[in-house]
């Protein structure tokens, strides 16, 4: 048998194994179970106006806290890691070992409860604001390593080509190696934002005021409520309506970087 007549037969059978799987589901899913537990009309009615009003208000909030926080922190720490300095070096690449190990979900939990427990404090906005001061934290640590990446990206006649028209490094840094790697680096930190709205959800742990809930905790408080799993759909389809066109964009903004190169 021929190579290409091989490739089309396997292909042929992954086609069916496919099209079974699905027929699977079809024929044998409880659809009036599924309709009922997460499909119900009139539960999704009680979470309007309240899940687009505070929800996902909310979530847009804290996201672009979180980001513009771990951005601007993320910035000095990649800075740092890049420093003739050997111990900002050792600061930076320390915190940023910590907090990419550490599970973010822990992080939250630590900065919401059992910080201001040991320092018999609290943090502005109760364990809410703790819990975004964390998000903050960890997502430096993850951003702190795009933004040296690009910088490191960025070619080095750039840099020398500054320096040789008497720029110091300072000024090099400010006026040509950051704004290159910041196109350079777009599509991931694009695509950090959308991480990062996603992690929100953590929040939950922190315990919410009412008028403080983002998406995943107004879901698991009407799941509660009404006995019935549609709040939690209409969540989903919420996050779904933030992030597919982000991730749209990512796409798009590296195919545009690929046109570039």
Sequence with gaps: MKPSTRRRLFRGVLYVVFILAVLAIVLLADWKAIGVNFFDAEVAKKAFPTIITVAVKNTIIYTAIAFAGGLALGLILALMKLSPVAPYRWAATAYIELFRGLPALLVIFAFAFAVPIAFSWQWPGGNAGGGLIALIVVSAAYIAETIRAGIQAVPAGQIEAARSLGMGPAWTMVSVTLP?????????????????IKDTS???????????????????????????????????LMYLIITLPLTQLVAKLERHNQRGR
């Design 180 to 196: 290159q790697a910041f196109r350079i680096i777009t599509p991931p930190l694009t695509n950090e934002l959308v991480i990062l």
């Design 202 to 236: 953590l929040l939950f742990i922190a315990g919410m005021a009412l008028a403080d809930r983002e998406l995943t905790t107004f879901a698991r408080d009407a799941v509660s409520q009404n006995a019935n799993s549609t709040p939690l759909v209409l969540a989903a």
